[in-house]
């Protein structure tokens, strides 16, 4: 746990100052909009004055204490939940969750408990994984594979190595060859 009071820095690498807040209060009135500095209790650092919100970028933690401060908590961290990206989330301490999903065209309704045994879990959410969609995309699969064939066919000659035929059967199936120097 940091020593210092940082819960927010506003920083960019391409501009010579950032911006510290302590809470919410601080940053909610400007969020959407230009921070006026003038306006503001926020105070512009010095990006060439090494700070602890600088060292907290970096991945020294000898910088970080000596700038910062911190102590080591021995202690569960409360339960979260953080989204990554459009279908990953970050649960830490989480046991279960509940996930739910309405029915619409092309979607399947979902109402499904999920438990964890472990404390961090990285968990993907399927999009639109139905029966049909799977369907669909086999059956895609299968056309492309074909199409491929087709088209390697097409290039076959009388002079063609037996060997490339057969290497080529055998990758389409998902058998790897090792062709000799």
Known sequence: MLKMDIKYVAYHHATDYY???????????????????????????????????????????????????YTVVFDDLPPSVVRINANK?????????LVERRSRENVTMLHQQINFTEAHVIYKMNRNRTAENIDSYQKTIKTAASDYWKTFCGTLHRTTKLSTVWNMAKRMNGVTTCSKP
């Open 89 to 97: 989330l970050l649960l830490t301490n989480v046991t279960q969750i």
């Open 19 to 69: 911006m510290t807040a302590v809470n919410d209060e601080e940053l909610m009135p400007q969020l959407g909009g230009v921070v006026d500095i003038h306006k503001t209790s926020l105070k512009l650092y010095s990006k060439y004055e090494f700070t602890c919100a600088l060292a907290l970028f970096g991945t020294d933690l000898e910088d970080i204490q000596t700038h910062c401060g």
